[in-house]
């Protein structure tokens, strides 16, 4: 069954088409990196996913899920680098959306957020503060709090964007790990392309011209591919 | 004890006591957010703005709070919104907002001739409370507080990352909103006591105190009231004796406050550390 069905969107920002005519499926299980440069739309077509922002064209059909039960891991803001939050705070903060007017947090939520934090082995860490982490585990508290607002579909913008070449691989293998054994769809917005294309099944790339989506392996074949690798390169050389 | 018994058999010090109270808690309750989402000069700028409405209300003899605390509302929502979707950013809005307000004010206070004490106003004074004042300030510190707690996930949420708690369904500006709300409440029933100019030192001191010190977001809340309340009553007493403005004398012992947290923090750092390292 397809989780989510994306016929010829397209969104624009005051006047401006910023997306073009993109079509995409999904289906449990499935792990789609979404690629393309700046200014491509993947933000803008984030944002259509988690239902912050209209279409101007085309729509997006969610079958199974709303666009509430998204797991997002937004890019890091500065905001949080030196919040005095513990891991138990945040990670029970990702339970509110399904709390409705209730004022605090019932028995429910907060079994599903220690569920989460077992999940992803941060018992130990879980009276700690956030800012005292290393990047490797805030974005895994990150990824757990996500994970308390669904457990079918993650939604991953640069999740290893600032950590290093160890605390990467350790992200792509957690990452994997949740696609294949706990059966979590994941859409994952990644610079890091030579290292992501290893775990993804499909591949979407925006672009103003005309936007890629299939395969991983077909993706591998084509110009868009080739391209990023080169210009990934390039800038290798550069520096 | 002697003391305490001795201060409280005057009324504007039992006035001043149980409003500069109630105003401390509501004042630390909402610092941690604003400090956090880097609105830390937002209670300075309103405060400013009240100063403007005050004087105007002087002026045409309009009750002071009464269209003081809209005001400050509407421009704390303004504030909130533009430095959101207009091309100023925030500091520079508040800047703006807070020595326009402050010039038309004095401006009225000329024109008018407001036989007014400027000075009060803006360094504050326990005399300034009148027992009318006492009732409408207990009432919205009362509302504060209850919308707080109330609210408390959902302000914590908001402040440690907007766009997650928006993806999730949280109404983000309903809550942007609220905090902005009450701060300008606070601000203004504050102020009276306070002064215009060191309002806004209740509402960030305790907080940055308490987050050198704690490490859950539950933690800087309850230890900020705390020492916000422990401040006002030091600072209350003292100006009891000496001959010092309450609200200058409260920021000191907040600074002083603050430095003491400053230094513990940075001593369980080092011990933390050591600790690790043996």
Do not use: W
């Not at chain 2, 309103?46 to 100063?51: A, I, M, N, P, T």
């Not at chain 2, 942007?176 to 409440?185: C, M, S």
Request: with cysteine.
């Amino acid at each position: 069954m397809k989780l989510i069905e994306c016929k010829n969107l397209s969104m624009s920002y005051e006047g401006v088409t910023v997306l073009h005519n993109v079509s995409f499926s999904l289906e449990q299980g499935d792990y789609m990196l979404l690629l393309g440069e700046n200014g491509s739309g993947k933000s803008t077509l984030i944002k259509g996913l988690l239902g912050l922002k209209q279409s101007s064209k085309g729509k997006i059909e969610f079958n199974g899920i709303t666009p509430r039960q998204i797991g997002y891991l937004p890019q890091q803001s500065p905001v949080q680098k030196d919040f005095p939050a513990t891991v138990k705070e945040i990670i029970l903060s990702g339970c509110l959306g399904s709390g409705g007017i209730c004022p605090f947090y019932t028995k429910d939520q907060k079994k599903r957020a220690d569920k989460c934090m077992r999940h992803l082995h941060l018992e130990d860490i879980q009276k700690k503060s956030f800012r005292d982490l290393s990047g490797g585990q805030q974005q895994r508290v990150l990824i757990a709090r996500a994970l308390c607002a669904t457990d079918k579909l993650l939604l991953l913008d640069e999740p290893v964007t600032g950590l290093d070449a160890v605390v990467t691989a350790e992200m792509y293998d957690l990452i994997n790990h949740l696609n294949k054994v706990h059966d979590v769809t994941i859409i994952m917005i990644s610079h890091d392309i030579s290292n992501a294309m290893k775990y993804a099944n499909k591949v979407l790339h925006l672009s103003s011209e005309a936007s890629f989506f299939g395969g991983a392996e077909e993706y591998a074949k084509t110009d868009y591919y080739k391209k990023m690798i080169k210009g990934g390169n390039n800038i290798g050389y550069n520096c | 004890m002697g003391i305490i018994v001795e201060m409280l058999s005057f009324d504007f010090i039992s006035r001043a006591l149980l409003v500069g109270i109630l105003i401390s808690l509501c004042a630390s309750l909402l610092g941690a957010s604003l400090v956090l989402k880097r609105y830390s000069m937002i209670g300075d700028g309103l405060s400013h703005v009240g100063y403007g409405a005050l004087a105007v209300a002087a002026a045409f003899n309009l009750a002071p709070l009464q269209v003081a605390i809209p005001v400050v509302v509407v421009t704390a929502f303004f504030l909130l919104r533009l430095s959101k979707n207009g091309k100023l950013n925030g500091d520079a809005l508040i800047a703006i907002i807070s020595c326009s307000a402050l010039s038309i004010g004095m401006i009225v206070v000329s024109v008018f001739e407001v036989n007014i004490d400027v000075n009060s106003y803006m360094f504050g004074s326990i005399l300034a409370l009148q027992s009318e004042d006492v009732i409408l300030s207990v009432v919205s510190s009362l509302i504060v507080i209850a919308l707080y707690v109330i609210f408390y996930n959902k302000i914590f949420a908001v402040t440690f990352d907007e766009s997650f708690s928006k993806a999730t369904g949280i109404k983000t500006g309903l809550y942007n909103g609220l905090i902005a709300l009450l701060t300008a409440v606070v601000t203004v029933v504050g102020m009276r006591l306070m002064g215009a100019l060191l309002i806004s030192g209740l509402i960030i001191f305790p907080s940055l105190s308490a987050m050198r010190i704690c490490k859950s977001y539950k933690g800087v809340t309850l230890f900020s009231v705390l020492i916000s309340i422990l401040c006002f009553i030091t600072g209350l007493t003292v100006t009891f004796y000496l001959p010092v403005p309450t609200g200058a004398c409260i920021v000191v012992i907040n600074l002083m406050a603050f430095i003491a947290c400053a230094v513990i923090g940075k001593l369980k750092e080092t011990v933390s550390v050591k600790s690790k390292n043996s």
